[in-house]
T-cell receptor, first 110, second 116 residues
Framework: AQSVTQLGSHVSVSEGALVLLRCNYSSSVPPYLFWYVQYPNQGLQLLLKYTSAATLVKGINGFEAEFKKSETSFHLTKPSAHMSDAAEYFC????????FGTGTRLQVFP | GAGVSQSPSNKVTEKGKDVELRCDPI?????LYWYRQSLGQGLEFLIYFQGNSAPDKSGLPSDRFSAERTGGSVSTLTIQRTQQEDSAVYLC??????????????FGPGTRLTVT
């Protein structure tokens, strides 16, 4: 069975600070891993995905994530937060259907 | 190009009534998925269609829920005898395929269902 754990339901950072959102996965097969973002009252938008190519994956809006098999992690980072990054972020694992984590709400303070 | 569309965007229904939610996937996408997003349960997989294969119904919460996909395109999710716990946002997604780079799922805006 596959599962995803997102550590921290809420993360707050100052504008310009590093963003780090944590995701650990469990999978019996090589996983596909995804980060999605959901802005208020909007649908899910794909930020980035890992599909067994490069372990460091770059996504939209300056986000990136590193697949670490030894740590079963796929943490999302951004060097410098912007006010517009405030949203809910979901990590997901899949072999076919997506299994989502519980989400992390990112707040960015000026 | 057009993305995944869903209708209606909002639906309010009385407890016990049946509802139908519609999803139009991206043209050419062979895989279609339904998910549910609610406060208590987060994002849950419901059902998945891939081409002409039998759908994966493993996420449907009860036999009141069913879905079909006609002609390999449009899908309808039906909830019979709605209950208050069915209140949620129902999300549809589609993907070109189910492996490698074709696997990326594109989500629609969702249908917000409120059962009163």
């Amino acid at each position: 069975a596959q599962s995803v754990t997102q550590l921290g339901s809420h993360v707050s950072v100052s504008e310009g600070a590093l963003v780090l959102l944590r995701c650990n996965y469990s999978s019996s097969v090589p996983p596909y891993l995804f980060w999605y973002v959901q802005y208020p009252n909007q649908g899910l938008q794909l930020l980035l995905k890992y599909t067994s190519a490069a372990t460091l994956v770059k996504g939209i809006n300056g986000f990136e994530a590193e697949f670490k098999k030894s740590e079963t992690s796929f943490h999302l980072t951004k060097p410098s937060a912007h006010m517009s990054d405030a949203a809910e972020y979901f990590c997901a694992v899949s072999a076919d259907k997506l299994i989502f984590g519980t989400g992390t709400r990112l707040q960015v303070f000026p | 190009g057009a993305g995944v569309s869903q209708s209606p965007s909002n639906k309010v229904t009385e407890k016990g009534k049946d509802v139908e939610l519609r999803c139009d996937p991206i043209s050419g996408h062979t895989a279609l998925y339904w998910y549910r997003q609610s406060l208590g349960q987060g994002l849950e997989f419901l059902i998945y269609f891939q081409g002409n294969s039998a759908p994966d119904k493993s996420g449907l919460p009860s036999d009141r829920f069913s879905a079909e996909r006609t002609g390999g395109s449009v899908s309808t999710l039906t909830i019979q005898r709605t209950q208050q716990e069915d209140s949620a946002v129902y999300l549809c997604a589609s993907s070109l395929g189910t492996s490698g780079s074709s696997y990326e799922q594109y989500f629609g805006p969702g249908t917000r269902l409120t059962v009163t």
